[in-house]
């Protein structure tokens, strides 16, 4: 183990991570209109081809939930079809940015709009999570799913069904919250795999009538873009889209390698290296 003093601690790293980016990749999937199993996909060819390439040594590359109503959006106007010639095109994007040596230059980008952009990004979708709270089906649009909350708040009280739901997604909620404070177990088990976790043994120790995330072979699943599908690449709303989808990507990843980087006095990142990584795993 000479040659690699620190296999332990990196292994239980992540492991740590694996267990948690697993529901993540699921979750921001089906938040995001897509099957679950691309979720899981996209999760292990990302993260194995970025992690290949690392720009940062501590960074760790998965979903962005920063993408979700954007890509919520894309899937619902262009087809799941074309979600991956746009991803395609946003991943080239950023590794054209990269080897440009434009990586440095987001760090010229004000943390407070960044901030607020992902504020906005967040309202819109816990505001369409609202529905998925419920087992409700969410009216379509941002601005929709809001102006639609009161009528959600009524129907969900007159049916067994939707409380139901409302119970345990409120539970995994409390989960998530309390769980960090139980450090021993904290240390042992990650909070989101417990909350997953005993969500899961509630529904089914108690057979409970909620609607359930379907995971289908990941093989089958995988669809490259076909010519069809890269033709909509033309359409000027589509490159609003490509590039709304490679800047917000490389915003999130970039600020938060330079927020690990104030942790530690190990080697720094490299953000052109860590562009190209981003856009090899897109």
């Known amino acids: 183990m000479k040659r690699f003093p620190y296999f332990r601690a990196d292994f239980t790293a992540s492991l740590v991570v694996f267990l948690v980016a697993v529901p993540l990749c699921v979750g921001v999937a089906v938040a995001s209109g897509v099957p679950a199993e691309l979720g899981l996909v996209t999760g292990i060819v990302g993260g194995l081809l970025t992690g290949l390439l690392p720009g940062s040594s501590l960074q760790v590359s998965g979903p962005a939930a920063g993408l979700t109503v954007l890509v919520f959006e894309a899937v619902k106007e262009y087809g799941l079809g074309a979600l991956g010639a746009l991803v395609l095109a946003a991943g080239l994007l950023q590794l054209a940015m990269g080897a440009l040596k434009l990586g440095r230059w987001f760090r010229a980008i004000s943390v407070a709009v960044v901030q607020g952009m992902l504020a906005g990004i967040g309202l819109v979708l816990i505001a369409g999570q609202l529905y998925a709270l419920t087992d409700a089906k969410a009216p379509g649009s941002g601005l929709a799913n809001i102006a639609h909350l009161p009528a959600l708040t009524t129907d969900t009280a007159g049916s067994k069904t939707a409380l139901c739901a409302l119970a345990i997604g409120a539970g995994t909620i409390a989960v998530l919250v309390l769980w960090p404070r139980w450090r021993r177990a904290a240390r042992i088990l990650p909070a989101p795999l417990a909350a997953v976790a005993l969500a899961t043994v509630a529904v089914w120790a108690l057979d409970l009538p909620v609607a359930r995330v379907k995971v289908s072979g990941l093989l089958d699943a995988i669809q490259p873009?076909?010519?069809?599908?890269?033709?909509?690449?033309?359409?000027?709303?589509?490159?609003?889209?490509?590039?709304?989808?490679?800047?917000?990507?490389?915003?999130?990843?970039?600020?938060?390698?330079?927020?690990?980087?104030?942790?530690?006095?190990?080697?720094?990142?490299?953000?052109?290296?860590?562009?190209?990584?981003?856009?090899?795993?897109?």
Not at 231 to 251: C, H, K, P, Q, R
Not at 252 to 260: C, M, P
């Open 225 to 282: 873009p076909g010519p069809a599908d890269l033709a909509t690449l033309a359409d000027v709303g589509v490159l609003g889209t490509v590039l709304a989808f490679a800047l917000i990507a490389s915003a999130e990843s970039l600020f938060s390698a330079a927020a690990v980087d104030r942790l530690h006095n190990g080697p720094k990142t490299d953000y052109d290296k860590e562009l190209i990584a981003q856009g090899a795993g897109n």
